[in-house]
């Protein structure tokens, strides 16, 4: 093919698109005008649509968003990825990159990676996405490689960032996320003292952080971060007035909180101990995502109430039944006391099913009793099935139908409970909702892929009488989703 080189050539070529019928408008569209157009497309992208037009074949040399991802990595090897790139930036006679994306194995061959990188960042890149993720050691970049103000996406897998950064080092950084990459606590802070419009951090199965600090108080913009999975972390202090929303993965039974906000999202997820500490204004402070495992020691009581205190700003909630669990009640002083606390604000609640959960339907609705406010609940259950033992047996299952006679939920509209299979405690659950939202609009019960239920004519009938009866809402919607019939309104 004119104009290509045979490296070049080997990317990823589909068929020709088909050919279709030009209106006027596309036959005197001018050439500099489509050139510009191809020019903002991933290159592989622009590289096909040169097979199909002669007139097109050299117009992936103007590329502004050079995308060598694990999808192009698939099935070469790091020699031919070498040469395909070196052809590529010789070739390249665009003045600007916006986005350099790439996934290699950098072992022997650091030099060309640096040098891909530096003629990126010379042309003005924006977006800088490097996963060395296969290599033997962290790729080592060097600070004067990011002396440039364009950067503004920066995400790095298994990189090492030497220091100092220079004066204008990430300066107009906006986005910077760190996956498997050494981030000790000298990184973090000169990443806050010289990325002044830094509005999103992200640090992915880090190492080298024991105690983490964000001190972010000069950052007017800085909204969000995310700390998952580190192994080595003990602590994170924060202080970020501006920060809206935060997400962290790992256990809480060591988790302690301070000035917790209005969205919080606790989700099952493995990993790591911390003690945690907010330091601001917590109404700035929307979005708080923990996510944790189930625990072999549960949450103290005392520890429990902290934790609670802080979330009665909270208008969005999702939690592991992990959690719930947690907030049982307890024996003190010899008796059986459930723990006192009210989120009077929340409006959205997702519980998630931890499958190896013994959370029972009197743990769930004892939460959704102390949330009065609440508007749409979804439960995703999974495959998770409730085990309900003894202590379900002789003690919960009578108080679940004593406290949910006098319950009305005044506001909850919208109810979805995924993975439902028609056990009895999950049929228990839905006899709750409908008895006690009293506008209830909608409950939507939908199957697991991986347990599908055949509905007959009589079954179907006889859910129909259970759920007409057990419904205080008139206009309630009450409908089967299965994945391979069409849904079944029982109302």
Not at 402 to 414: A, H, V
Request: proline residues 5%; positive net charge.
């Amino acid at each position: 093919m004119a104009g290509l080189s045979s490296e070049t050539q080997k990317l990823p070529l589909s068929p020709a698109p088909k050919r279709f019928k030009r209106n006027r408008s596309q036959k005197h569209l001018p050439y500099d005008v489509v050139e510009i157009i191809f020019s903002y497309l991933p290159i592989n992208k622009v590289m096909r649509l040169g097979t199909a037009s002669m007139r097109f074949r050299n117009s992936w040399v103007m590329n502004r968003k050079l995308h060598f991802d694990k999808d192009f990595a698939k099935g070469r090897g790091p020699a031919e990825i070498a040469r395909i790139l070196d052809n590529v930036f010789r070739q390249h006679s665009g003045s600007k990159i916006d986005s350099f994306r790439l996934y290699f194995n950098h072992d022997r061959v650091e030099s060309k990676a640096e040098n891909w990188i530096r003629n990126s960042v010379e042309k003005g890149v924006e977006e800088l996405d490097l996963d060395f993720g296969q290599g033997k050691e962290p790729f080592k970049i060097a600070s004067d490689l990011l002396d440039f103000e364009s950067i503004r996406v920066l995400k790095l897998t298994f990189c090492k960032l030497n220091l100092p950064l220079k004066p204008k080092g990430l300066c107009s950084l906006s986005t910077l996320v760190l996956n498997k990459t050494p981030a000790p606590n000298g990184l973090i802070q000169a990443v806050f003292a010289n990325c002044l419009l830094l509005e999103n951090l992200e640090l992915r199965h880090c190492t080298n952080v024991y105690h983490l600090k964000i001190s972010a108080g000069k950052l007017k913009r800085f909204k969000e971060l995310k700390v998952v999975e580190g192994n080595d972390l003990a602590s994170v202090h924060i202080v970020a007035p501006s920060l809206e929303s935060f997400f962290y993965r790992g256990h809480f039974s060591k988790l302690n909180l301070y000035g917790l906000p209005a969205q919080l999202n606790l989700n099952g997820g493995p990993l790591a101990p911390a003690l945690l500490k907010f330091n601001g204004p917590p109404a700035q402070l929307k979005h708080v995502i923990l996510c944790c495992p189930p625990e072999k020691i549960c949450l103290g009581t005392a520890r429990t109430k902290i934790l609670l205190s802080n979330l009665v700003h909270v208008t969005y909630l999702t939690v592991t039944s992990t959690f719930l669990e947690g907030l049982s009640q307890k024996y003190e002083n010899g008796d059986l006391r459930a723990m006192e606390f009210s989120l009077g604000n929340l409006k959205e609640l997702t519980l998630v099913m931890a499958p190896t959960s013994f959370c029972n339907p009197f743990d769930i609705s004892s939460f959704i009793r102390n949330c009065p406010c609440l508007e749409n609940i979804v439960i995703d259950m999974g495959s998770f099935s409730f085990r309900c033992g003894y202590y379900w047996e002789f003690h919960a299952k009578k108080k679940f139908q004593e406290d949910s006679r006098p319950l009305k939920l005044e506001f909850l509209k919208y109810v979805t409970l995924k993975g439902f299979k028609f056990e009895n405690p999950e049929l228990q659950l839905v006899r709750f909702f409908l008895e006690t939202a009293i506008i209830l609009e909608n409950l939507d019960l939908i199957t697991s892929k991986n347990h599908l239920l055949k509905f007959g004519h009589v079954d179907a009938q006889v859910y129909k009488h259970c759920f007409l009866e057990w419904r205080a809402s008139p206009k309630a919607k009450i409908v089967f989703f299965n994945e391979k019939d069409s849904p079944i309104q029982f109302s």
